[in-house]
Each structure stands twice: as C-alpha cells, then as structure tokens.
C-alpha cells in the first residue's frame, strides 16, 4: 500500500507566497513521475506541474513564471512553491505519483493520488 500525505496549504493574500508539499510513503521500489493537479469549484481538474525522475519539468502557462516544482528523491517528496498567488488560483491542490511499488509475487506500476490540500487566494 501507497501513500501520499500533502502539507502547506491555506490563505493567503494576493501576492504571496505558499510551499506545498508531498510525501509518498509504503512498499515503494521506485518513483518515476510526481506532480501537482488543481480543481477549483466547479471545473475540472487540470495540471499544474510536473517533474520527471531526473529532474525535467512541464508547468501550465498560467503559473508559468510564478511556480517551482521540486522534489527530492531519498524523501520521495514532491514540493510546489508558488510565488505572486492570485485568486484565479483558489482551488484543491493534489499531489501524483507514478509508483512502482513491492507487490506479492513481483511489482506494481500505478499512479497514487494525495488527498488534496486547500488553497485560498483573496484579493
């Protein structure tokens, strides 16, 4: 079994600034993609970030600019740092990852979501 626990979400101002974090944690052998989706009320879930293994990014355009993913590998942690929040980015962050985990007779490949974390823009 896979976990993923997100951290650091909440209010803030328009402007500033909020670390998210993620930690996978359980019978994992390796990790291969992680990231961040975003639903605010009333739409669809949509990308916001993305790291590869060996450190390759892809951002949406409109947090281009204003946001870092990161992750650090030995922690199996993925972290979103974004900076100039602005309330169109009100939504629930959620964390994925890509897993290979132990399983009974061999592997399992399958992506682990988070549990979602708030985060609150006002202006």
């Known amino acids: 079994q896979v976990q993923l626990v997100e951290s650091g979400g909440g209010s803030v101002q328009t402007g500033g600034s909020l670390r998210l974090s993620c930690a996978a944690s359980?019978?994992?052998?390796?990790?291969?993609?992680m990231g961040w989706y975003r639903q605010a009320p009333g739409k669809e879930r949509e990308l916001v970030a993305t790291i590869s293994s060996g450190g390759s990014t892809n951002y949406a355009d409109s947090v281009k600019g204003r946001t870092t993913v990161s992750r650090d590998n030995a922690k199996n942690t993925v972290y979103l740092q974004m900076n100039g929040l602005k309330p169109e980015d009100t939504a629930v962050y959620y964390c994925y990852a890509q897993v290979t985990a132990r399983a009974t007779g061999g592997y399992r490949y399958f992506p682990v979501w988070g549990q979602g974390t708030l985060v609150t823009v006002s202006s």
């Open positions: 359980g019978s994992i052998f390796s990790i291969d993609g």
